[in-house]
């Protein structure tokens, strides 16, 4: 089954702090695949504030008369603390969400979510990833966000078969 990268392409919406620059999506798209680890420590993003969210559009997949089976959202970073916050990692088309988990770990490294399912061609077009920091408690933590993308899994349509004389099955590459 064939597997497609979608990389960041856009904002949505950008309230985590900038390490450099004004859009969070530029900072998120060094198109490092897990499980290699992305630069970190800079080239990213970061939160101490309750309920920020940075949302972002996502490159598209020409599907032609193939479907979609799957697509895996990914992120690199850390929570700011196993006790007092938590970070939802959340896979979007539109104002849908299609998936969700809530990472606790502070351990800097990927994390995941899947959807299963169909989608037509623009919903896969309208693909976002959203990070939303939760904090439970007045101390101060710091939410990391090195790099995000989505790993679409498709399957292509099988070529038509038509049947000939004699009930023979011809290929449409046999032409």
């Not at 597997?3 to 309230?15: A, E, F, K, R, V």
């Not at 897990?34 to 940075?54: I, K, M, N, W, Y």
């Not at 399912?117 to 990833?129: C, F, K, S, V, Y």
């Not at 023979?168 to 032409?175: D, F, I, K, L, N």
């Amino acid at each position: 089954m064939p597997t497609t990268y979608l990389d960041p392409d856009g904002d949505i919406t950008n309230q985590w702090t900038k390490s450099t620059g004004t859009v969070s999506w530029s900072l998120l798209d060094d198109a490092v695949r897990q499980p290699t680890a992305p630069t970190t420590g800079s080239d990213r993003l970061t939160t101490t504030t309750d309920a920020q969210v940075t949302e972002v559009t996502l490159t598209s997949l020409a599907l032609g008369t193939g479907s979609v089976v799957s697509v895996i959202a990914w992120w690199h970073g850390a929570n700011g603390s196993a006790t007092k916050s938590s970070v939802d990692l959340a896979l979007y088309t539109g104002a849908t969400q299609l998936a969700v988990t809530t990472i606790t770990s502070t351990t800097e490294t990927w994390y995941s979510v899947t959807y299963t399912g169909p989608l037509t061609q623009a919903e896969l077009d309208d693909l976002r990833i959203r990070l939303t920091y939760h904090e439970t408690s007045s101390t101060t933590t710091v939410a990391i966000a090195n790099e995000v993308y989505a790993e679409a899994l498709w399957q292509p349509m099988p070529r038509p078969v038509q049947v000939g004389p004699r009930h023979a099955v011809v290929r449409a590459s046999q032409w």
